[in-house]
């Protein structure tokens, strides 16, 4: 079975900080993995995705996430976040073989002003 | 992408009685699904709504809890039965579509409901 942890579960920083959020998962196979935020009051979006070749993507609003292979990682970050990256932010994995996704706990950052 | 619409986009219902939410994607998907997110927790899979055949429910849920319909490529229902306050909880609708020119499978979420159980 797979699963997906995130260490961090409440992250407070300033507006111009970097971020780093840590993603973990477990899984024998090949994986698709993905970075969902969802911002107050809203639904569910699509941060950014891997399924394969260069394991640095770029998602949107400045996001990015780096696939280490060797340590079962798909950190998330940003070079300097803004009041606006305020929201939940969950890591997860799928399969490549399958279709269920697999959701981490989330990660709730607050970015102050 | 997939645009997809829920109804109700919340409620609040009194326990023993039963609620059924309404899924509509704005195109044909082979792949449903429907999540819950409780409060301060993260999404877990109910069931996978498969057209023409019953639902493939997770671990933890039942049928007769959470019966779901899938009458064509584009609708699904997700009843939540016998409500208890445990049911509290925002209840997603997702999908499976094709992105790209390698055919990955991109998944999307609806808006969610919002289900309050008195």
């Known amino acids: 079975a797979q699963s997906v942890s995130q260490h961090n579960h409440h992250v407070i920083l300033s507006e111009a900080a970097s971020l780093e959020l840590g993603c973990n998962y477990s899984?024998?196979?090949?994986?698709?993995l993905f970075w969902y935020v969802q911002y107050p009051g809203q639904h569910l979006q699509l941060l950014l995705k891997?399924?394969?070749?260069?394991?640095l993507v770029k998602g949107i609003k400045g996001f990015e996430a780096e696939f280490i292979k060797s340590k079962f990682s798909f950190n998330l970050r940003k070079p300097s976040v803004q009041w606006s990256d305020t929201a939940e932010y969950f890591c997860?994995?799928?399969?490549?073989?399958?279709?269920?996704?697999?959701f981490g706990g989330g990660t709730r950052l607050m970015v102050k002003p | 992408s997939a645009v997809i619409s829920q109804k109700p986009s919340r409620d609040i219902c009194q326990r023993g009685t039963s609620l059924t939410i309404q899924c509509q994607v704005d195109?044909?998907?082979?792949?449903m699904f429907w999540y819950r997110q409780q409060p301060g927790q993260s999404l877990t899979l109910i069931a996978t709504?498969?057209?023409?055949?019953?639902?493939?429910?997770e671990s933890g849920f039942v049928i007769d809890k959470f019966p779901i319909s899938r009458p064509n490529l584009t609708f699904s229902t997700l009843t939540v039965s016998n409500m208890s306050p445990e049911d509290s909880s925002i209840y997603l609708c997702?999908?499976?579509?094709?992105?790209?020119?390698?055919?990955?499978?991109?998944?999307?979420f609806g808006p969610g409901t919002r289900l309050t159980v008195l």
């Open positions: 997702s999908v499976q579509k094709r992105a790209g020119g390698r055919g990955y499978n991109e998944q999307f």
């Open positions: 899984y024998g196979g090949t994986v698709n």
């Open positions: 891997y399924f394969s070749g260069d394991p």
């Open positions: 997860a994995v799928r399969g490549n073989a399958g279709n269920m996704l697999t």
């Open positions: 195109s044909q998907v082979t792949m």
């Open positions: 709504a498969n057209q023409g055949s019953e639902a493939t429910y």
